[in-house]
Each structure stands twice: as C-alpha cells, then as structure tokens.
C-alpha cells in the first residue's frame, strides 16, 4: 500500500478541514468553555458531522454509516486537533464504533450503528481504571446474577462518558486483575440502577467522567462478544482509538507549527523579526522535519488498520509515541517562541499545549508505546 | 501485492536471472568498506566473484538501472528498478558498484551535459571502468562554499587550472575529478563559478591523503599547479557551475541521509543488544534503561524510513514537499550518529577494540561487536559534517520551506 493519499481521501481531507475550520474553530471551545456549557460540545454541531458522513466513517455502509475506513477517520481527527474541536467523534464514532463491529452480534450492530452514525446516539467506552493507560488492568468484577450478570467497580475517566447513551465497560468475568483472559466487555445503559456518571473537569476542556457501578444489573444478551474474551476487542477498539489521537495530535503539531512560524515572520524585537535570528530557525526547521516524521506514522498506521495488517497494532504504537513526542515538542516550542504572550489565556496558542497533553495522556503515553513497539519487536 | 502481468513476467525473469548470475560471495553481507566494490582504473577486485558480479551486472546495465541503454544503463522504469531492488534484496545481493559517478556526476551529466560528455563519460561509469572524486571544499570555502578560490583561466583552447581544494574522497584512487572552479573573478561569488571535468593523470595534480581520527585516510588534499583542461570539458555555460553543484548536491545529500552503512544485511540494533546484553525472564533487555534507549532510537528510525517511503510516494503521485534532501540528510545523518553511539553502548568495552588480534572479524551476529567498531563510530561523526553541515541543512529549511526572514 503506497503512502499517499488516494482521490476519494483527497476530498474527505480537504472537506474536513474546511468543516472544522468554519463550523468548530477554537473559537467555539473557548465560548464553551466559559459558558460551563452542561454537554461540553455543540450538539448542533455533532448532528453536522452526522450529515457530512463524519459520524458514519468508521461504521459499514449496512449499518448506515459511511464506510470510509481509518485512514479517511484519521483525517477527520487531523482536522479536529488543528481546531480543537469539541464533538464525541473519538469516543463514540471510533472508539465505541469499532468495538461493536468488531464484537458485535448482528442485532446489536443493527440496534446501536446506525444511531451513532446518525449522531443520535452516543456511546462511550468504559475501560481503563489506573491514571497511566493499562488496559489489561481491570478490577471492575463481573458477577453472574440472573439471566445476566452485576457489575461493580470504578472507571475514573471515561471519555464522552456525561452524555453517553450507552457505556461499553470492560468487567471481569474471571481471572486476576491484570491477566488478559477473562474481561468481558458489556453494553450498559447509564440509566440503570446502580451507575453512577459525574463530569470531570479537564485541562484542555475535553469531556470525560467518572462513572462507578454499584452492582448494577446487565442482562445476558448486553454481552458484547464472548464472555471472558473481550481483551481483543478492547485492543482493537483502542489502536483505533490511538491511531486517531495521533492524527489528533499531528493536527495539532502541524497548526502549532505553523501558528508559530507565522508569529515569527511578524514579531519584532532588537529592531528586527524576530525570525531572522538562527536560534529560532533552527529550532523551527528541525520542528518542521518531526512533524513529517509525525505525519508518515500516522499514515502508515491508519493504512495498515483499513488493510487489516496484522502488524497495524504495531504502527498505531509506534504511531501514537512518535506523534506524541513530536506534539508535546511542537506545542511546547510554540508557547516558548509566542513569548509572554504564549501564557495569556486569551492567546489560542495554550490551547494547542493543553489538547497535546491530554491526547498523550489518553490510551497510552508515549513510554506506554515506546515499550510496547519494543514487546512487540521482541524484547 | 496486486502486479501487472508484464511486471510479474519482469520479476520472475530478473529473479531467475540473478539466481544463475549472482556468485555465492557476493550474496554475504557487507562488512566494512573494503567489501565495497568502487571500480576505476586503478581497482584491484577483492577476488573473483567481485569482478564478474560487475561485468555480469554491466552488461545487462544493471550497475545503473534508470540510465538510458544509450549511455550504458538498463533503460528500466521506476517500478521495473523498484522490481529489481527487491529481487537483489531478496539474495541478500551485494551492490555491484558504488560510486560518486553513479550517484552524483551521472545525474548531473544527465541534465546538464552535452551529447558528446554524455556519450564519452556514461558508459565508462556504468561499468566502473573510470572512478571519479568530486572537488568542492577548499581549505577557506567549507560550509561557505560559494566563496572558493580555485582558478581556472581560458587560455586559447584550454582552461588553466591553479588552486587547492580539500576533502576530496578517494582522491588518491580516482582516475577524474568534477571540480568547482572559479572562471570570472569579476562576478559575483555564486555567478563565477563552472563546472570542470579533468584526469587526475593530468600535469600538475597531485594528493595527499589526510589521516582522520578514525585511522582511516579517505580524503585528501588535492593541489592544481597550472593543470591544463581542453575547454570542451566545462559542463553547462562558464558561470553555470553553482547551479550543478547545487543539484549535484541533492543527489549527495539523499544518498548520505539515506546511508545507513551498519545495517545492510545485519541484525537490527536490538536483536544485537539481546545477544550482547541479554534477556530477562520475561523476555525484555536486561538493562531497561538501554532498552528505553534503544527502543526511542528504532522509534525514530523507523519514523525515518516511513518518511522516505511517504515521499518517494508522493512523489510518483505529482505530491510532494520541498527542500527534501535537505530534512532527509539532516535527520538520516544524525540519525545514524546516534545508532552508532548506542551500538558503541551495547557493545561496552568490547566496542573499544581498536587493532590487534582482540579484533573480531564478525558481523555482530555473535554477541561480539564487528571489529570496524570503533572506526565506524568515528567515521560517522562526519555524515553531519560531509554534504553541508546539519546546521547548514537546518539554514536551508529556514530559508526555502519555512520562508523566515533574512535566513
């Protein structure tokens, strides 16, 4: 598979970034942040990227979505880091979505896919319980009861997870608590009794909550997949997932990038730009070859999930640390060059520093992927 | 892998072709530059499979396979090279011949020679029968290239040739030099420059090798006392010469990002790490802080090839980015200098061995470090030094792709 992008790409890319850029700038996350907005997105927003197909990408044509792939979803989360949109598009139309059509039966697939697509539906993922990423660790216990099971345990950042319709939480079913056979991922209304959802405060104004289950009764058919065997699913879910927030973050890199370098050619200090002074050029050429290093892992990551490589678990780590180190440079150099007034909350810049940070945090840091690139090589 | 019919016919024949004619030798790895076939009037072949690999290669024109037939090359395609390349790499092939003409003179003659340079100087490249060195730095034009002092003054039919230039890669083995010289003195420093082809047997050349601190004396000083050079042997108009160096250059500077001469054929970095460090019981790197190193390194490595990968792509599809050469040398090089600080760091004190019999002739696949060690380390300090510092590199970036002022 060449690492270009073919036609049909083309046009998602460059609809995408026109979308974000006029409908979702940073603009809007500023106005909903100050608002204390109750959902933390526009809604009207969200039902947007439902009609321009962006809810649907990741979802089969059969299910009602738009069956664009991975590499076209990528796009999308490139064009939402480079404006820091706010929408449920990872959680729900990546995340989510990926876990049911991968574990899903047919009925559930029928049930749930064409409401996300149709952004009606919103649906969060439940899994991680540690503040560092780690997936296969997960207390929440899984009791037989009835003709199903009772849930118990805590999952302290679910993202999307205050205005999720339905939650898929990973519980366990048997096993210890870090062993990799025996979770079991199930489909939870957050209605019922027992689950408790609080909203979360977070740096860069992203949406999560924490969400606790307190023998709260799921019924059997609400199994996502087999019981006990939920892990590969999970795992699937989560390279989507982490494949996405590399491209979230290379949109990031990139208008940090080019945000500073604007600001370089304009600034003056000593009587001239303050881009004419090679301390600065050369920081800022050797930032512009990570960013393209950034933007080949990503590709070739999102390339090798649409192919079904059984190595793309392999290039969405390697995707994830490499993106986050360079985004985590990228944003940090922006704020350091904008000066004084990189630090002003009214400056977009911080923005982009804040999101960089969050999305490294998220499904894995960059020391979580570098080791597993290095497990996966074999040592 | 979805391939034309025509290709897959191209595959198995090119296939079958390099089975019958590709000698056992010449299918081991490369183990130090001595393995290197360069070709030229003064070559001595390492043993017989190295010379009848390359007058096998040369007669199908494979020694430069995108050349036209014409001037001694294969008059393949892209996609029929890229066939090619992945059927030596399947044999572990060796290279048949490396060389300045093939990588930097031969594209320049291609775009900028006249017919009869072409017809005269290509040939002899493709079959390694002429091995060229390139004269650019002098001892006070380094990074400042454009401000050298070589002279060469048009006298009747011939060029007089004065001056002294440095750096200049196998000198004391190569048959011709392409050679930056100052034709008008009058005109501005980039404008004065030509581009001259002589023989190194000519009157008035002469070299002496420079010992570097890795022992080893691949460069020398190169000295021009009133060499005479008949006037056909400027390439392109008196005065155009900066414009080839500069294109000759991106060719140079592709070739130095993308060399990564410790790896042709060897285990990868960790896969020696493992046998020189170790593996814990749970099957990691003994040492987790190397490990760390070593996986960061790969990380960026990897990153690196995907990109040459992305770009060669993009740039088949009409796409592309500019200033290429220049991020790929800046980052390949350094890239590499880092590779061979850890290699150095895997190895321990085994790595220091310098000459003498402790000096192991293996390729690193035993645990033990290959005996070129230390002298690769060293030698690599210069790949962001060589073809334009990185720091020049990084000055290029700032100027062309990034458009910052008075860069």
Known sequence: ?379 | MDESPEHQAFRAETRAWLEANCPAEMRQPVEGEGDVCWGGRKWRFRNDAQKIWLERMAAKGWTVPEWPKAYGGGGLDRSENKILQSEMRRIRARPPLSSFGIWMLGPALLKYGNEAQKIEHLPKIARGEIRWCQGYSEPGAGSDLASLRTSAILQGDEYVVNGQKVWTSYADAADWIFCLVRTDPSAAKHLGISFLLFDMESPGVSTSPIKLISGYSPFCQTFFDNVRVPKDNLVGQPGTGWDIAKYLLTHEREMIGGMDMGSMGRDSMHQMAKKAVGTARSGKLKDGLLRADIVRHEINAMAFGLTMERVKDEARAGQGIGALSSMLKYYGTELNKQRQELLMSIHGTDSLTWEGEDRHDGDGSSGRPPGDMAKSWLRSRANSIEGGTSEVQLNIIAKRVLQLPGA
């Open chain 1, 1 to 379: 598979m060449p690492l270009v992008l073919n036609d049909e790409q083309r046009m998602v890319k460059d609809s995408a970034e026109g979308f974000f850029a006029g409908e979702g700038p940073v603009a809007q996350l500023r106005k909903l942040r100050d608002a204390g907005d109750a959902d933390g997105f526009d809604r009207s927003l969200w039902a947007k990227m439902a009609e321009m197909g962006f809810a649907g990408v990741a979802i089969p044509e059969q299910f009602g979505g738009a069956g664009l792939g991975m590499v076209a979803a990528g796009l999308i989360q490139e064009a939402i880091g480079r404006n820091l949109t706010l929408s449920p598009f990872l959680s729900s139309a990546i995340v989510a979505a990926t876990a049911i059509v991968k574990g899903g039966t047919d009925e559930q697939k029928a049930a749930l896919l064409p409401g996300m697509a149709a952004a009606d539906m919103i649906v969060a993922l439940a899994a991680d319980e540690l503040p560092r990423h780690a997936p296969q660790h997960v207390a929440t216990r899984a009791e037989p009861s009835g003709n199903g099971f009772r849930l118990t345990g805590s999952k302290p950042f679910v993202l999307d997870g205050h205005v999720a319709d339905r939650l898929i939480v990973a519980a366990r079913t048997s096993g210890a608590d870090d062993d990799m056979a025996g979770i079991t991922l199930f489909l939870v209304d957050p209605r019922t009794a027992g689950v408790a959802v609080s909203r979360r405060s977070v740096v860069d104004s992203r949406n999560a909550a924490a969400v606790t289950l307190d023998n709260c009764q799921v019924d059997g058919a609400d199994v996502l997949g087999a019981v006990g065997e939920g892990f590969a699913t999970l795992e699937a879910a989560l390279d989507a997932g982490r494949a996405c927030l590399a491209a979230e973050m290379l949109g990031v890199s990139a208008q940090s990038f080019e945000t500073t370098v604007d600001y370089l050619k304009q600034r003056e200090q000593f009587g001239q730009k303050i881009g004419s002074f090679q301390a600065l050029q050369h920081r800022a050429a050797h930032l512009f070859c990570e960013v393209e290093l950034a933007r080949s892992v990503t590709l070739k990551a999102l390339t090798a999930l649409d192919a079904g490589d059984p190595r793309a678990p392999f290039f969405a780590s390697l995707a994830k640390a490499k993106a986050g180190d360079v985004a985590k440079l990228a944003t940090n150099e922006a704020v350091q060059m904008h000066g004084g007034i990189g630090m002003t909350d009214e400056y977009d810049i911080g923005f982009f520093m804040k999101r960089a940070r969050a999305a490294g945090e998220t499904f894995g840091d960059g020391a979580f992927h570098a080791d597993r690139v290095a497990r996966l090589l074999n040592y």
